[in-house]
């Protein structure tokens, strides 16, 4: 009897579906169904090829690029060998990607395309354990005679001439993965230091979707699309895992332009997002409103409201009641319906955001449209998920209840604990680090927060991100921050007031959004930075600096700010892969300035 | 044998000698750099080629064929397609319908199966629209497809143009300042498109451009032109260091 591993799941959902479609792909401007059979062809494939070009039980592989199923053929022909997955940020430039390649010690790396190969042909040289690149999409390189390349499907060829020698080989391997083993490797995007790459288990991983599928049932009828980013635990657990247990259908999108395009066509049931796309969904169809049809804006203005208000009543468990159930059936097909199909948000049944901490507001403007968002916490180090609204138990705020399997407490200091068969087995090469996470057998996540009277988990910060005012005040800025970036014209805000007498922020505007507002307002610009230093446009967030202060403490209001002149990049470092702001580098970057709004 | 051969060129506009005796030529999988300064007649090089105009002398070999008194759609049956200086779309249709005119080539079926879009018709018709659906996805303009031409940021109507040339399946390429107009980005991408013809498709491309980043950068050969007359001709480095092309650039001190 094998034991219980993701190769394991894999091979029961091929028996099971067969023929079924498994994974759909847009190209060519068609979807392009993929059945669990094809599924295991190439994921087999693939696996006895890396075999024979030399892969080992416990090398590391790395994937770089953007979805495709063959990101995922890849990440399971490698665990299938019993090799450990290593996920690099397609956005990474290449000293971070070299970072990486070089603390996991791959043997290989799988690339997508043109992009990322010449990212590792620049690095190549200073990457001893490196042995082969395997590109998926080789247009424009195949002039390139560098031994080190070689195709994905050429790789696939091998594997295939191999299993029509020995056709039992695969499925030998398959059943010996132990449910122990580290399966992948997750780097932290880390807004401190370098990242840690955090080893997860097939155990780890079994022992989640056991808990998750508890709390959030999925079937083979769900299908959701790929979007974020693979190498990031959330997206691995949607994408990748739960399939395992559910044969849910993944799609992968044609590009990230086409990308609003396809999630209309496919409409997908399950949806797993980041705050940072549905504040960009929010402030789009703010805007876009004010260009719609005077009766359309009459309409979406009458009715948002009305939304919400039946949203409240649905989360405290009151009837709706005929007064507000019939214009709000009204509502739901002059607006909300129409509203969420061009999104591609009809048929979410479940809306899952995750990631980094989501404002109320953004979260009532969903509730209000009837997408009930909620919001899941978890961390890398306890494989993804930790707590999560049940059903239709969301309380706004919280994010929900811990789930079956875990034990966890507070410590004094407000910090989460946890503890369970879903703890990460530790950092890769990092043993100070693991023993300053994992401590006593409880895993300390480094994140404050309370339990209320439900025992619903609110989590109030970052235990390194909490900000004690000269006052001696303790400050969460993210709830602050959130608040400012609800406005449409605010990007970005980090709060200062650390050792301060008071909170001031910088802001970076919604450069799409103000360039629309000025446009409208005659004003004339250039540039992001002509945009920022306008004084019209200071007065705007001003405004919404203002209206943001309205509901908060007057300890927590904003007495000053300042416009950034540029946009914060990854590549200067001041955004990690995931987007998040790095709070320190910001603070020692913009120092000076920083320094002119406390004089 | 070059794939494209250009012998003495000479045309009059009354009185005036656009060019006089332009030779050079293009061997396969090469891609030449048209350069010289405004009203050099490199255009006019183009649309001698390409059968606009007739010279008042010299030839023009495709593959060892002259082409000098065919007309522009029977050079491009030959297997040679341009884009202009300033974009010649059909700027009311959408791009797929714009990429499948540059299938008309290929189109055999007649006006009654066409009209009833029957059997054969329909079979070239997918035929057709699977070699231009891999233009869309080899130039990355797949948000694009179903949009008006007339609509589109010029980057992107340049890269459809380029698309519809490409839809010929053609052996040369004859463009012409593919990266006019262009900010920063749009040029490097519609660089990395140029080489990728060359090297993926294996067309033989010929460029006017005034760009001198992009030409010294992707051009293997570059012939130089001014006042109708070709002043220079070699690989990028030797032009850069050529005295006639910098006087005629820089002018004389």
Redesign the interface.
């Known amino acids: 009897m094998p034991e219980l591993t993701l190769p394991v799941l894999f091979r029961d959902r091929v028996k099971e579906f067969g023929e079924e479609v498994a994974l759909r792909e847009k190209k060519k401007g068609l979807w392009r169904r993929i059945s669990w059979n094809e599924y295991d062809t190439h994921v087999r494939n693939f696996c006895l090829g890396l075999k024979s070009l030399g892969l080992q039980k416990g090398d590391r592989v790395s994937i770089l690029g953007e979805n495709c199923p063959e990101w995922l053929y890849a990440d399971l022909a490698n665990q299938c060998a019993g090799g450990i997955s290593v996920g690099v940020y397609p956005t990474n430039s290449y000293p971070q990607v070299k970072y990486i390649l070089d603390h996991s010690q791959s043997k290989f790396v799988i690339v997508k395309d043109q992009e990322q190969a010449d990212k590792v042909l620049v690095i190549k040289d200073q990457l001893p354990m490196l042995e082969k690149m395997i590109v998926i999409d080789m247009k424009g390189l195949r002039k390139y005679d560098d031994p080190i390349i070689k195709g994905f499907q050429e790789v696939e060829e091998i594997g295939k001439r191999i299993h029509e020698k020995t056709p039992s080989f695969f499925q030998k391997m398959i059943e010996d993965t132990k449910s122990e083993d580290v399966a992948i490797i997750v780097y932290t995007s880390g807004t401190t230091g370098p990242p840690k790459g955090a080893m997860l288990s097939h155990q780890n991983i079994t022992s989640v979707l056991d808990s998750f599928f508890q709390v959030l049932p999925v079937s083979r009828a769900d299908s959701l699309v790929s979007v974020l980013p693979l190498c990031h635990v959330a997206e691995r657990l949607f994408s990748l895992f739960i399939p395992m247990k559910s044969g849910c259908t993944i799609n992968f999108a044609e590009s990230i332009d086409t990308l609003q395009a396809d999630m209309t066509e496919i409409s997908p049931t399950i949806f797993l997002t980041v705050p940072r796309i549905l504040e960009k969904i929010h402030s789009t169809v703010t805007i876009k409103m004010q260009d719609a049809h005077p009766i359309k804006r009459w309409a979406y203005d009458q009715f948002l409201p009305l939304g919400q208000k039946v949203a409240e009543r649905k989360l405290s468990k009151q009837g709706v009641g005929l007064l507000l159930g019939l214009p709000y059936f009204v509502g739901y097909f002059l607006v909300f319906r129409p509203l969420r199909n061009r999104l591609g948000l009809l048929q979410v049944r479940e809306c899952v955001s995750g990631a980094a901490p989501l404002s109320k507001d953004i979260m009532k403007f969903f509730h209000g449209i009837g997408l009930m968002v909620k919001e899941a916490y978890g961390l890398t180090e306890c494989t993804g998920v930790f707590s999560m609204p049940s059903g239709n138990d969301i309380e706004i705020g919280t994010v929900g209840k811990p789930l079956p399997g875990w034990e966890y407490e507070i410590a004094e200091d407000g910090e989460i604990l946890m503890k369970g068969p879903a703890v990460f087995a530790g950092y890769f090469r990092d043993e100070g680090a693991t023993q300053q996470a994992k401590r006593g057998g409880w895993l300390y996540t480094g994140d404050i927060g309370e339990f209320d009277e439900r025992g619903h988990l609110k989590i109030t910060d970052r235990k390194k991100e909490i900000l004690i005012t000269a006052s001696g005040k303790n400050i969460a800025p993210s709830e602050i921050e959130n608040r400012l970036k609800f406005s449409p014209f605010i990007k970005e805000a980090i709060i200062i007031g650390d050792r301060r007498p008071y909170l001031t922020a910088l802001i970076q505007i919604d450069f799409d959004n103000v360039a629309d507002w000025a446009q409208r307002k005659s004003i004339p610009f250039t540039t992001f930075k002509s945009l920022s230093r306008d004084p019209e446009v200071y007065k705007l967030i001003q405004e919404e600096v203002d209206k943001a202060n309205k509901e908060l403490s007057r300890i927590e209001g904003i007495k000053k700010f300042l416009l950034l002149e540029k946009e914060l990049d990854r590549d200067d470092d001041e955004l990690t892969a995931t987007m998040k702001v790095r709070r320190e580098m910001i603070e020692k970057k913009y120092g000076e300035l920083i320094e002119t709004l406390y004089r | 044998m070059p794939e494209l051969e250009v012998k003495a060129l000479t045309i009059n506009f009354g009185g005036i000698k656009a060019l006089n005796g332009v030779s050079f030529s293009i061997e396969h999988r090469q891609l030449l750099g048209l350069i010289g300064p405004n009203g050099a007649g490199k255009t006019t090089i183009l649309n001698i080629i390409n059968g606009v105009y007739r010279p008042s002398s010299g030839n023009v070999f495709l593959d060892g064929q002259d082409m000098i008194g065919l007309k522009p759609h029977q050079i491009a049956e030959m297997g040679l397609a341009r884009t202009f200086q300033n974009i010649e779309l059909f700027k009311n249709m959408t791009v797929i319908d714009n990429l499948m005119l540059g299938r008309h080539r290929f189109i055999q079926s007649g006006i009654l199966s066409g009209s009833f879009f029957l059997g054969k018709c329909l079979k070239e018709e997918m035929g057709n629209r ?1 070699r231009v ?2 233009i ?3 130039l ?1 303009i ?2 694009y ?1 179903k949009k008006i031409v007339r609509m589109l940021p010029f980057g992107i109507q340049k890269r459809v143009e380029l698309g519809r040339a490409l839809s010929m399946d053609p052996k040369i390429l004859l463009l012409d300042e593919p990266c006019s107009g262009m900010n920063t980005e749009e040029t490097e991408d519609m660089a ?1 498109f140029i ?2 013809i060359k ?2 498709r294996g067309v033989s491309i010929m460029m006017i451009e005034h760009n001198m980043e992009v030409v010294m950068d992707i051009a293997d050969r570059i012939c130089v032109v001014n006042f109708g007359i070709k002043i220079a001709e070699g690989n990028p480095k030797e032009i850069q260091g050529d005295p006639k092309v910098i006087k005629a650039y820089l002018g004389e001190d």
């Open positions: 699977d659906e891999e869309v996805e080899f990355e797949e948000a497809r990395r080489l990728d090297e993926e």
